[in-house]
């Protein structure tokens, strides 16, 4: 069963990634195989996938950090495998897995600011404010949880077009998802684009404006939360009722959690991405652009 999702034109700023095959060696199965994407800017998407569907290495790709064996990815028309300086100066990741020079972090942001013309001193006081950081903190003393929140700080301050974030929030306690949550929704611009990979679903879905799911080399959902909660609806029922308008159900503490077709006086719903995602691997979603 398929269902069809529309997702929004192309833009002249964007992530292009046209028909790519990468594979780590000769030997290997390809991670992606004549794969395509289109990112467009003013997004935060989500993307999701089971461990070992490359959504690590789609992030790398992205930067000019991994090189297709076929095909091309731009950035605003640019080939980023080149990595030419006015690219990068619009590009930035957070990885999972990072180490930091020991020095303090203003050494460190005066010594890799620099690289970003469009860098802001304001968003860095902001988010390091927010996370209840130092600014003079010394980042060989800090925890792994409090690396990261520093690191994501420098990150915004950049003010970097495209940011692309890789587990987030992994380490981090609940409060400083919180924290995570509110300097994500405030540093956000018309002219940014940030993709977060993460297994951490409730920790992202109220920041999100689009949804990528990963499976084998292919998309198996491409879709705006948009038209998500347009066609779908959202909600825990009873047994009673389970009607035949339910497409997905799984049992929770709290009753069945469904996913079903919205119908005309329905409410919107909230998007629930761990339901959705769960979804997408049983019903086959699918989500394809318009001619």
């Known amino acids: 069963m ?3 999702l529309r997702t929004p034109k192309r833009k002249t700023n964007m992530i292009d990634v046209q028909n790519i095959t990468f594979r780590y060696s000769s030997k290997s199965e390809p991670v992606f195989h004549n794969f395509c994407l289109q990112l467009e800017q003013n997004k935060v998407y989500g993307l999701l996938g ?5 959504k690590s290495t789609l992030l790398y790709l992205l930067m000019g950090l991994l ?3 076929e095909g091309i990815i731009t950035v605003d028309n640019a080939d980023v495998s080149q990595r030419k300086r006015a690219t990068l100066q619009q590009m930035y990741i957070v990885p999972e897995e990072f180490d930091l020079p020991q020095m303090r972090f203003t050494d460190y942001v005066a010594t890799y600011r620099p690289f970003y013309p469009a860098f802001s001193d304001d968003i860095l006081h902001r988010c390091m404010d927010e996370f209840h950081l130092p600014l003079d903190a010394r980042l060989n003393q800090l925890s792994m949880g409090d690396k ?3 690191l994501m700080s420098f990150a915004l301050a950049t003010n970097v077009r495209y940011l692309l974030m890789d587990e987030p929030t992994n380490g981090l306690d609940l409060p400083s998802k919180k924290q995570f949550r509110k300097v994500i929704a405030t540093t956000m611009t018309e002219e940014r684009t940030l993709i977060i990979a993460t297994h951490q679903l409730h920790d992202v879905e109220a920041l999100l404006d689009h949804v990528l799911i990963l499976q084998g080399s292919k998309l198996l959902l491409n879709a705006s939360v948009a038209d998500l909660c347009e066609q779908y609806t959202f909600d825990v029922r009873s ?3 389970l009607t035949d308008d339910v497409l997905y159900s799984e049992r929770t503490p709290q009753g069945n959690a469904t996913l079903s077709f919205r119908q005309p006086d329905d409410e919107e719903t909230p998007l629930n991405l761990e339901l959705l995602f769960n979804a997408a691997h049983k019903i086959s979603l699918t989500a394809n652009s318009p001619d």
């Open 67 to 69: 090189r297709p064996e």
């Open 148 to 150: 990261k929140k520093a």
């Open 2 to 4: 398929s269902y069809i």
């Open 50 to 54: 089971e461990n070992g569907t490359g």
């Open 239 to 241: 047994n009673d009722a």
